[in-house]
Nanobody, 120 residues
């Protein structure tokens, strides 16, 4: 199986930047897609950006398009989420998740989550 460890969350002021990382270990050859999700208090958990593990361009939610960038480093089995021009509405717990060939469908392995708080 695959395990995911996230890091990089914290407190930042409006307009600031943060970078999150998600390191995969275990049977990483089984991964075929990765996505970053976030969940704000009282809201549903929604995808922020997603991409094929090995090729292609990421897709982004409209709310973060132009501000967030999803970057793959396959040699390190790591995915980053670079967040710029942060807004208070970006405050949420952020999760990375991967879809593997060992799962039936969808994103079957999840990181532990990391808190991002944007002060207004």
């Amino acid at each position: 199986q695959v395990q995911l460890v996230e890091s990089g969350g914290g407190l930042v002021q409006t307009g600031g930047s943060l970078s999150l990382s998600c390191v995969a270990s275990g049977r990483t050859s089984s991964i075929y897609a990765v996505s970053w999700f976030r969940q704000a208090p009282g809201k549903e958990r929604d995808s922020v950006g997603a991409v094929n593990w090995r090729y292609g361009s990421p897709n982004y939610a409209d709310s973060v398009k132009g501000r967030f960038t999803l970057v793959r480093d396959n040699a390190k089995n790591t995915v980053y989420l670079h967040m710029n021009n942060l807004k208070p509405e970006d405050t949420a717990v952020y999760y990375c998740a991967v879809a593997t060939t060992e799962g039936g469908s969808g994103y079957n392995v999840w990181g532990q989550g990391t808190q991002v708080t944007v002060s207004s």
